[in-house]
């Protein structure tokens, strides 16, 4: 018995690849960084986080441009392995260019990115063929090329690209064909691609060829997955990707939501499923329960194991930031340090704020649980007016909602602070003298309450938000909800270092 999702919160398009009796996954990251977070595991159940494939500017530049919105970077990785080596490929949405890098490892080093010119669109697949020939696939280029899947022979040593960039198949009329992945199984070349866009229309389909560049022949019963007009707790279901077991049976990981309240509106972001998949007669794929996804599945094929333990509380006592922690776009430099006071995280606030498309100080880690409470210790004296630093619940620049500490006609504060789209306001403001504050948040599925702790121990409510405000039905974009350490300057760099003793999110959910 396991249960959906495999791997909670903001995980979107996974990408799965297996090696031995391990299983590799890597998902999406968009502006967040570092980027594409790999995972591990043995029973593709268990998934624990080794690192992120990008961590280095140079490999993911993430300087937005002047007139576009959240939600660019990484787009829907593809993770191979070929002779002895780990390929991920990619298209950095921020910088307009698709690439691929290698390791030897999962854990990396990564490879500086091999940048595929001449190939544009999103989504792009790598195909290594028993003769040699590597197969790049992937999305048109928008506005300037027919909809549908296109596809070129690649140089995998170089990046050029072999052959003319053809068009191969169109899908079978939903909107927006998109995130292929090309297999050859039992002597068929399959083309399996998301239709219906990343919302509850979203479906899998499939078409098949004896030769990689088609002609394909689509599935009668396409789709062969979509969770769509129905009252499943999961929807929006598709994105997938397929890997054999080392017992020859077939799973699939993809992405669905988990929406809550009515009308239906998700906030955790797009998550990882695993559903198996059977082969018919005729040698098409039936991903789930008649291509359906449930949330409980009930299947004794897949080896026993445990969950990875939670880091629950981070003390920051390391030399770095434990893998669930992500940068808002690339941190400016001197924007942070676990060194600077040891078994704190320093952050010093920089010009921007959390209202700016610019790079925040800003630590933080996706929501993962519909119910859960989240803590932290700050010790900040704010030197100047408006220096700022506190607790956001962040969905993008647009849409959040934060407790934190500032300075104000010449005095210290807390303050609770709501942003929707246009509407911003400060809910409350507290006179508050002393240095040190515990700042929390209980998290239901339907809203947030925001507390803090003076040295008398007592928790104070200050104020509280609705979920369905950060939602993405609300909000907009592809990216989920994060609980971030954050300080700002508001309009100059901050003086005052905020300095956090620890990091404490305690989910109530326990599976």
Known sequence: MYSNPVIRGFHPDPSVCRVGDDYYLATSSFEYFPGIPIFHSRNLVHWRQLGHVLTRESQLPLARKNDYPSSLGIYAPTLRHHNGRFYVVTTNVTSGENFYVWAERPEGPWSEPVVIEGWGGIDPDLFFDDDGTVYLTGTSQYRTEPEGIYQAELDIATGKLRSERRLVWTGTGGSSPEGPHLYKIGGWYYLMIAEGGTEYGHMETIARSRAPQGPFEPN?????????????????????????????????????????????????????????????????????????????????TLPPGQPEPRLERDSFDGPSLAPEWNFYRNPAPGSWSLSERSGWLTLYGQACSLNDYGSPAFVGRRQQHFDCEVETRMRFVPEAEGEEAGLTVFMNEGFHYEIAKTRREGKPLLLFRRRIGSLAKTEAEIGFEEPEVVLGVEAKDVGYSFYYRGSDGEKRTIGSGESAMLATETAGGFTGVYFALYATGNGRACAAPARFDYFQYVPSERI
């Open 220 to 300: 009668p019963h396409n789709p062969i997955l979509s969770n769509r007009s129905t009252d499943k707790p999961i929807q929006a279901t598709g994105h997938a990707d397929l890997v054999q077991a080392p017992d020859g049976r077939w799973w699939a990981v993809l992405l669905g939501i988990r929406p809550v309240g009515y009308p239906r509106r998700h906030h955790l972001g797009r998550e990882t499923m695993l559903a198996p998949v059977a082969w018919t007669e005729e040698g098409w794929p039936v991903v789930g329960t008649e291509g359906r996804i449930e949330v409980d599945n009930d299947d004794g």
